[in-house]
């Protein structure tokens, strides 16, 4: 299976900063790189797909970068609603793998 | 609009069986994957099993040979048979679906206790 490590586990942050939340995988995933939005007792939400793609809907402030093993999920300007938590996911192979989640806080 | 909409969650005890069925609009299960992925209390989410349109299955090696994946397609609707359950198999189970390899859709969750 694929390993996915995402780096903070945690972070606090004030409206308007620039947020950077990076996935790795163990091998490589191609563009095959998912992101998510989990608010506190919501299903999560698709924010990016294929590594850079911005879903229907999304808010141009997310965007998403990297191939291979490496990826990058960037806020530019923190909005109230953007506290949650994220999580990677890889589809490149069975079976689908989560990194862990990194959860934005209120600084 | 695209919806899904899970059921059957409750108590049930280690050894137990249960069914979670996800009732899907605005596509057809036939035509589509459907997912099911589960997240234990405040823990990360963790994939669970996926039929694909054109019937292949696939399980998580933990879930593998307690947890069956069907549909029934006059119903639109998912099933998720957990037999064997144990302690570690609660978490809320949510219904998923997309097009791709990117899950788009979510139902709103169920919530599955395996306790004595």
């Known amino acids: 299976d694929i390993q996915m490590t995402q780096s903070p586990s945690s972070l606090s942050a004030s409206v308007g900063d620039r947020v950077t939340i990076t996935c790795r995988a163990s091998q490589t995933v191609s563009s095959y790189l998912n992101w998510y939005q989990q608010r506190l007792g919501k299903a999560p939400k698709l924010l990016i797909y294929?590594?850079?793609n911005l879903q229907s809907g999304v808010p141009s402030r997310f965007s998403g970068s990297g191939s291979g093993t490496d990826f990058t999920l960037t806020i530019s300007s923190l909005q109230p609603e953007d506290f949650a938590t994220y999580y990677c996911?890889?589809?490149?192979?069975?079976?689908?793998?989560f990194g862990q989640g990194t959860t934005v806080e209120i600084k | 609009e695209v919806q899904l909409v899970e059921s059957g969650g409750g108590l049930v005890q280690p050894g137990g069986s249960l069914r979670l069925s996800c009732a899907a609009s605005g596509f057809t299960v036939s035509s589509n994957y459907v997912t099911w992925v589960r997240q234990a209390p405040g823990k990360g989410l963790e994939w669970v099993s996926v039929i694909y349109g054109d019937g292949r299955i696939n399980y998580a090696d933990s879930v593998k040979g307690r947890f069956t994946i069907s549909r029934d397609n006059s119903k639109n609707t998912v099933y998720l048979l957990m037999s064997s359950l144990r302690t570690e198999d609660t978490a809320v189970y949510y219904c998923?679906?997309?097009?791709?390899?990117?899950?788009?859709?979510w139902g709103q969750g169920t919530l599955v206790t395996v306790s004595s």
């Open positions: 998923a679906s997309g097009v791709y390899s990117a899950i788009d859709y």
């Open positions: 996911q890889q589809s490149y192979s069975t079976p689908p793998t």
């Open positions: 294929t590594a850079s």
